[in-house]
């Protein structure tokens, strides 16, 4: 037998064999791109800022006259006569403002004129200067044209007029109203578990076009059972531009934060555990912490925890259920403007 063949035969053998072993030790120590490839994340980012932040009372109020103050009377009267009469003449029209004193309207009693009652006053004072009568009786004849004469007992605008000349009326009539424009009060029945926060001076926004500010100068001391609300009243300044009648929505500002580290509203989400963390940009990574939340407005939430600061970057889209520590991908505006900072920083 040839022993060349033999011997080319266990070579290729020996070859293959060792080729099989190499081939399988390559596989053995490569590694599994795909099970250590880690997680990335596409998300959106915004920024941490100083701003100033309040808390509001919301609700409904209309706008009414003041009432009753100390040192000051009602901004609005309903006058009537002192007298049962008949409207001799009316003095005044619908929004004509007036002066206290002034006279509105004139009545004839059934056995006297107020024109009559006029010319007896006159005559008595006449009559007085030449000592022809007694003091009593100028006073007398005075009484009685007060009594036929309706005038105003403030100043302010006829906002209502209700009678016209030949008209009978007795004392229970409402001649017209009087109201001061100047002094209104927008009240507003506010949940009495949030009248808490409510004290006299509190800035009250009313929400109309354009808004405007009053100051709470009433705050009752009962709860109206029929639906669990506390009254507030609030005071307009002058040429507020609202009616009485006027229904209108209102914020109270009950706390106001200045300097407040705010983080965007979507940045601030609740863990596992039921707290509050946002997902603070570190590098490539967005890491979870933890944060005491305080007040939201306009889409920014107060938000305090150690080491935080003004300019630190957070996931805002994305942030929600995020891992403890998640390496991410930025997108939108805040990866166009690390991409133009990493060409800004090549050149």
């Known amino acids: 037998m040839n022993p060349k063949p033999i011997i080319a035969g266990s070579c290729f053998v020996l070859a293959a064999s060792l080729g099989v072993v190499a081939l399988t030790k390559s596989h053995a120590e490569a590694p599994d791109e795909d099970a250590a490839a880690p997680t990335i994340v596409t998300v959106q980012t915004g920024a941490l800022k100083l701003a100033t932040l309040h808390r509001y009372v919301s609700g409904y109020g209309t706008v009414e006259t003041a009432p009753a103050s100390a040192g000051k009377p009602a901004a609005e009267a309903p006058v009537a006569a002192s007298t049962p009469g008949v409207v001799a003449k009316v003095n005044v029209f619908e929004g004509q403002q007036v002066t206290k004193g002034d006279l509105l309207v004139e009545l004839n009693s059934s056995t006297i004129t107020a024109e009559y009652a006029a010319q007896q006053v006159e005559r008595q004072k006449n009559l007085y200067a030449q000592q022809n009568t007694s003091l009593k009786n100028v006073q007398d004849a005075g ?7 309706v005038t105003a007992p403030m100043s302010g605008t006829v906002v209502s007029l209700n009678v016209r000349p030949g008209q009978a009326v007795d004392v229970t009539t409402v001649i017209l109203e009087l109201m001061d424009l100047n002094r209104l009060v927008v009240s507003a029945p506010i949940p009495a578990a949030a009248a808490g926060e409510l004290q006299s001076g509190q800035v009250v926004e009313v929400m109309t076009d354009p808004p405007v500010t009053a100051e709470i100068s009433f705050l009752s001391p009962l709860v109206d ?5 506390v009254l507030v009243r609030a005071l307009l300044h002058d040429g507020s531009g609202l009616r009485p009648g006027q229904f209108v929505p209102l914020s109270i500002v009950t706390a106001v934060h200045t ?8 940045s601030v989400v609740t863990d596992v555990d039921g707290k509050s963390v ?6 490539d990574q967005a ?3 933890p944060v005491q939340t305080g007040l939201r407005e306009d889409g920014l939430v107060e938000v305090t925890a150690a080491d935080l600061k003004a300019g630190d970057t957070v996931v805002t889209v994305g942030a929600y259920g995020l891992p403890e ?3 991410i991908r930025l997108v939108g505006a805040a990866a166009e403007e690390t991409a133009s900072t990493n060409s800004t920083d090549a050149k």
């Not at 009484?143 to 004469?149: E, F, K, M, S, Y």
């Not at 059972?225 to 609300?229: E, F, Y």
């Open 287 to 289: 890491v979870q912490t």
């Open 143 to 149: 009484l009685q044209l007060a009594l036929l004469r």
């Open 278 to 283: 946002i997902a603070l940009v570190k590098g």
């Open 259 to 266: 300097n407040a580290l705010a983080a965007p509203a979507e």
């Open 325 to 327: 520590k998640t390496r």
């Open 225 to 229: 059972k029929s639906n669990d609300t």
